[in-house]
Antibody
Framework: QVQLQESGPGLVKPSETLSLTCTVS????????WTWIRQPPGKGLEWIGY???????NYNPSLKSRVSISVDTSKNQFSLKLKSVTAADTAVYFC??????????????????WGKGTTVTVSS | DIQMTQSPSSLPASVGDRVTITCRAS??????LNWYQQKPGKAPKLLIY???NLQSGVPSRFSGSGSGTDFTLTISSLQPDDFATYYC????????FGPGTKVDIK
């Protein structure tokens, strides 16, 4: 049974870079869309982006200038970096496994396994 | 950008009730629509993918329907474990979520 676990600093200073890692256990990284999502306190979910095929990425345009996602297949991990953070980046950050369902020649993306989430606060 | 809306935002209900949540997209998204359940302090859980496909292990009282711009999530008989917030999510373009519908105790 695949499991995901986020890790990283819980407190980041404004203007610095937020760095998180998601460790995948129970399956190998490959052929999935490894995804990051966040949820500000008391608010809804925001999709950040994903990495697939060991290098191709897709990011939310609202964050694209500040975000990067990478994968380390040797460690079965993928990572998120968000630079120049502000208080607005305070949130619970989730990692998730994305995959696609092929139906009638179309490919539909969804997220079937999620980590428990990690809280990141941006404050001096 | 595709904007997702949900109604109602809050839904008081009782155990045994039939519950229907509506999700609307700002443009046609075909069947590129998924539903998630989230409980306080927990990660979202996939319920339905591609508008109407029940995720493995999810009780059959959950069902999804719709295509184009209008979608519904139905719980045929609400159980105590179902009090939670429900989110729709489109994957037609850059993925985005609806604002959520909180199902709480009437």
């Amino acid at each position: 049974q695949v499991q995901l676990q986020e890790s990283g600093p819980g407190l980041v200073k404004p203007s610095e870079t937020l760095s998180l890692t998601c460790t995948v256990s129970g399956d190998s990284i490959g052929d999935y869309y490894w995804t990051w999502i966040r949820q500000p306190p008391g608010k809804g979910l925001e999709w950040i982006g994903y990495i697939y095929d060991s290098g191709s990425t897709n990011y939310n345009p609202s964050l694209k200038s500040r975000v990067s996602i990478s994968v380390d297949t040797s460690k079965n991990q993928f990572s998120l970096k968000l630079k120049s953070v502000t208080a607005a980046d305070t949130a619970v950050y989730f990692c998730a496994r994305g995959l696609t369902a092929e139906l009638s020649g179309f490919y539909y993306y969804y997220m079937d396994v999620w980590g428990k989430g990690t809280t990141v606060t941006v404050s001096s | 950008d595709i904007q997702m809306t949900q109604s109602p935002s809050s839904l008081p209900a009782s155990v045994g009730d039939r519950v229907t949540i509506t999700c609307r997209a700002s443009q046609s998204i075909g069947s590129y629509l998924n539903w998630y359940q989230q409980k306080p302090g927990k990660a979202p859980k996939l319920l339905i993918y591609v508008a109407s496909n029940l995720q493995s292990g999810v009780p059959s009282r959950f069902s999804g329907s719709g295509s184009g711009t209008d979608f519904t999530l139905t719980i045929s008989s609400l159980q105590p474990d179902d009090f939670a917030t429900y989110y729709c999510q489109q994957s037609y373009l850059i993925p985005s979520f609806g604002p959520g519908t909180k199902v709480d105790i009437k």
